[in-house]
């Protein structure tokens, strides 16, 4: 049975369908995860959070900005950045939307100064399936906020959100970017770097083994002040207007597009949206992995296990020729939100994109997702279209501690998936 839609507007009237058919229910933020967390099970109907998009309140002289959940970052920092705020932690993407942001407790690049999304979250208000609201923070009904952040809706649609801001001078950041020739050589810059730069991650070659593994472009960013500055870019629309047939996305590709682009920069003043936001800057490439799409591995191990469990899986995923697009590798700290499916704890996560290939690429994922649980890691569930009870028991022991705080009405495909026919 296909997925229903149900739109929801304006957060003080909102209301649920109340058709028992109808259900189960999930909230849909902007699909930006990809994965199958946004999706309904069987005939359930997706709620539709993007018509919630207002502004409730802003407060410039406490830095604090209430709006509706379904206002997407980008749309919100065009309005903080001039008055001088900014969100504390932002993810990849601008379109992104505040419930999204919450029910995700995505992380930056900052996630060891700053944590997940949630740590700035100072209330919610969650709309439950039997029409009740319930105001949540950390200290009104502590244990439903703890089970709302990162909890992937699963407890209700989150209607509005009041968060905490950080200060700016202006919209600009100073970037720089250095070589890693390895591995350990992006960990230790990574680690170093922690002193005096506020935003750090690597991009590294997946397609190669041996000295190389590992190697890539280390980029360090932070808030600058006023100054004179490159004007802001464009608002960029460039668009994959068609899916090509079949895959583009080949080693050979990541290792030209590594040769060309991974070149070491001086420090430089970079506008946000380009500094936070460089993937938004094509719409649908996500096209070009061909008709059958990608899936997202975001694979997080302890810190002593760094070295041996990242460097086996960035093995594994060369030897497979499957991997193209560089890697994502940032630092986590641990999770203070308290979030009962945030994924953060202290380690180095590595995230990739691969094509989809059927039982190629879920084979590897396997074979990866052993190494993870043999480093004592775990597997970022947002974005995830395939773990099985056992893998995602194994990276969440304390799954069945949201079961008290599901909401019965509401149910993904995703959580079908791994909690086991409990749903
Ligand atoms: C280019 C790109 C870069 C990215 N970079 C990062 C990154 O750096 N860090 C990171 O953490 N993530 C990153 N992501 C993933 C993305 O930030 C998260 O998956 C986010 O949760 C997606 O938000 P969305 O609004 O699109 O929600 P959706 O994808 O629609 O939904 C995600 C989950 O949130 C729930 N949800 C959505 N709205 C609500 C609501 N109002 N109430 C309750 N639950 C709700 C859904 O049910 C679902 O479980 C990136 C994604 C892209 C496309």
Redesign the pocket.
């Known amino acids: 049975m296909s997925e229903r839609v149900h739109t929801l507007w304006w957060s003080d009237r909102a209301l649920l369908p109340e058709d028992d058919a109808a259900r189960p229910l999930?909230?849909?933020?902007?699909?930006?995860?990809?994965?199958d967390?946004?999706v309904a099970p069987g005939g359930g109907t997706r709620l539709d959070?993007r018509g919630?998009d207002r502004l409730r309140h802003f407060d410039p002289v406490r830095g604090r900005v209430a709006c509706e959940?379904?206002t997407r970052l980008g749309d919100l920092l065009d309005f903080l950045v001039p008055r001088g705020w900014m969100l504390p932690v932002?993810?990849?993407?601008r379109?992104?939307?505040v419930?999204?942001?919450?029910?995700?407790d995505?992380?930056?690049?900052n996630h060891p100064t700053a944590g997940g999304f949630g740590a700035w979250v100072r209330h919610l208000e969650l709309l439950r399936g039997d029409g009740r609201r319930w105001f949540c923070s950390a200290f009104e009904n502590p244990d439903l906020f703890r089970a709302?952040v990162g909890?992937?809706?699963?407890t209700?649609?989150?209607?509005w959100v009041e968060l905490e801001l950080k200060a700016v001078r202006g919209p600009f950041l100073t970037r720089e970017t250095v070589a890693c020739s390895d591995l350990a050589d992006a960990l230790r810059l990574i680690r170093a770097g922690g002193e005096r730069w506020e935003y750090l991650q690597a991009h590294v070659d997946v397609t190669v083994r041996g000295r190389r593994l590992g190697r890539g472009l280390v980029s360090r960013g932070q808030h600058a002040g006023p100054g004179r500055h490159p004007p802001p870019p464009w608002e960029t629309q460039r668009q994959v207007t068609i899916t090509p047939q079949v895959n583009l996305m080949r080693p050979w590709v990541g290792r030209l597009y590594h040769r060309l682009h991974h070149r070491p920069q001086p420090a430089g003043s970079v506008h946000y949206r380009a500094f936070f936001f460089a993937?938004?800057c094509w719409e649908n490439w996500t096209r070009l992995y061909g008709p059958d799409g990608l899936l997202h591995y975001h694979g997080l191990v302890p810190e002593d296990q760094a070295v041996a469990g990242l460097g086996e899986i960035l093995d594994r995923l060369a030897a497979s020729g499957l991997a193209a697009a560089p890697g994502?590798l940032r630092r986590f700290g641990p999770n203070r939100t308290g979030g009962l499916l945030s994924f953060a704890r202290p380690g180095f996560g590595l995230a990739v994109d691969l094509p989809n290939r059927g039982r190629a690429t879920l084979d590897l994922l396997g074979e990866l997702d052993r190494v993870v649980v043999a480093a004592g890691g775990t597997v970022?569930p947002?974005?995830d279209r395939r773990l099985d009870p056992a893998a995602f028991a194994a990276f969440f022991p304390q799954w069945d501690a949201m079961q008290p705080y599901r909401d019965p009405a509401f149910a993904?495909a995703?959580w079908r998936r791994v909690a086991g026919g409990i749903s």
């Open positions: 999930i909230p849909y933020g902007n699909g930006r995860s990809g994965g967390c946004c959070t919630l959940a379904g932002l993810p990849g993407s379109r992104v939307t419930g999204g942001a919450v029910a995700g995505v992380h930056g690049a709302t909890g992937l809706g699963l209700g649609v989150i209607v993937a938004d994502r970022e947002g974005r993904s995703f």
